[in-house]
């Protein structure tokens, strides 16, 4: 489990990690207004901020899951949580090459 919990880290700091990326190119911007305003305000660590929380509900739905004794869902969700942040991840990389 500690693999799979390193890797879901791992894909939510390049998340925030590519997003910075894009918006430091100045051809990109946030487009969703919440996190928008977290940037405006607070910038980098704003989005960090607003990021944050889904990463911790995720974590704490696995752990609450895995407590339960339902290990099978809890590494589910785990990978599934992984693999759509890697997809965000890769899209964002596609979006930093083709610039």
């Known amino acids: 489990m500690l693999q ?3 890797r879901f880290v791992a894909a939510s700091f390049l998340d ?3 997003t910075v990326m894009l918006i430091g190119q100045h051809i990109f911007y946030e487009n969703n207004p919440v996190a928008n305003g977290f940037y405006e305000n607070w910038g980098y660590l704003g989005l960090l901020c607003y990021k944050l929380p889904p990463f911790i509900v995720v974590f704490a739905v696995v ?3 895995y ?3 339902h290990r099978k ?3 589910a969700v785990l990978d599934w949580g992984t693999a759509v942040t ?3 991840v ?3 990389f596609c979006l930093f090459v083709s610039r």
């Open 86 to 88: 890697v997809g965000v």
């Open 16 to 18: 925030w990690w590519m």
């Open 63 to 65: 752990l609450l899951i």
């Open 90 to 92: 890769l899209y964002g």
């Open 4 to 6: 799979k919990k390193l």
């Open 73 to 75: 869902i809890a590494y």
């Open 67 to 69: 407590a339960r004794g």
